[in-house]
């Protein structure tokens, strides 16, 4: 898993840290919901590879609302496409 973020507080950089170099904040909180957006995220490819775009969508939709990232972006977004193809 790959977590590159900035601090909620000073926006240092930070990846894979639980407290901030520059600032000390805790980031542990931050990283459990980007873990957690990042196993929906896996979730909704392994339900675009069954073929369920409508259970993808809905996985790939509840991340961003957990942790926007633009690869979470890209996925609500191809998972919407597939499923409008469909009907
Ligand atoms: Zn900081």
New binding site residues.
């Given amino acids: 898993m790959s977590v590159d973020h900035h ?1 909620p ?2 926006r ?1 950089r930070f990846r894979g840290a639980r407290v ?1 170099s ?2 000390g ?1 805790d980031l542990g909180p931050l990283m459990g919901l980007a873990a957690r957006a990042w196993r929906l995220r896996q979730q909704a490819r392994q339900a675009l590879e069954r073929g369920d775009c409508v259970r993808a969508l809905g996985l790939a939709s509840d991340a961003q609302h957990v942790h926007r990232t633009p690869n979470g972006g890209s996925l609500q977004l191809l998972s919407a496409w597939l499923h409008a193809g469909r009907r």
Wanted: aromatic share 0%.
């Fill in positions: 601090c507080v000073c240092a901030c520059r600032c904040a």
